[in-house]
């Protein structure tokens, strides 16, 4: 009768495969402990070739061991070059990032076109606040052009830069417009090949 991988014991780290996991079981029963640190030294080593591109990573070493430790179940008692892995640090959570949460009016321009905008309140009157705050709504009209299908309007620009600007900045829609932003098309693969000649 044939015996399934699923009635056999579960592999603690399946990539490396179960004549590994056979391997760590086997060096687990060497009763002389030189025999069993060449052993280890032998695993470690066949794991390795499993996988070469990640010994360019600088613990990669580290990582070995550790994962010897893990699949012998932490019984395997050998002379370990590196400090190996705790059961009780196997599952140890992330210490959690606290974020700055702030708010932010609308999402779709983001926080930093509600600061840039509070920095253009702040520019001295002249052709370089105006430059400023045109190129700011130019900005916050592309934006919108890249989450919407539609046409958008200047007006609806402006008001929402006076919305952000509490009042501070107005602009004309009879006298001002901005630029038109056209959502280029996603270039299809084409599924024809060239006949040889």
Not at 68 to 96: C, H, Q
Not at 114 to 122: G, L, N, P, V, W
Not at 149 to 174: M, R, T
Request: charged share 30%.
């Amino acid at each position: 009768m044939l015996t399934y991988n699923s009635q056999l014991k579960k592999l603690a780290l399946p990539e490396y495969g179960r004549n590994i996991q056979q391997m760590v079981d086997y060096c687990c029963t060497i009763e002389d402990r030189e025999e069993r640190n060449k052993c280890a030294h032998s695993i470690i080593n066949t794991m390795s070739n499993l996988f070469p591109q990640l010994k360019q990573e600088t613990d990669y070493q580290h990582k070995l061991w550790d994962h010897l430790a893990i699949m012998s179940d932490f019984t395997l008692d050998i002379d370990y070059p590196y400090e190996p892995i705790k059961p009780e640090n196997l599952n140890t959570k992330p210490v959690p990032i606290e974020y700055k949460l702030e708010g932010i009016k609308m999402r779709h321009y983001g926080k930093i076109v509600d600061q840039m905008i509070q920095s253009a309140c702040d520019y001295p009157d002249g052709e370089e606040k105006e430059a400023l705050v045109m190129l700011i709504a130019n900005h916050m009209k592309k934006l919108i052009s890249q989450i919407s299908n539609e046409d958008v309007d200047d007006s609806k620009i402006f008001k929402d830069l006076e919305f952000f600007s509490k009042g501070q900045i107005k602009i004309d829609p009879a006298t001002h417009s901005l630029h038109q932003f056209k959502v280029a098309p996603a270039q299809q693969a084409t599924s024809k090949k060239k006949k040889k000649k």
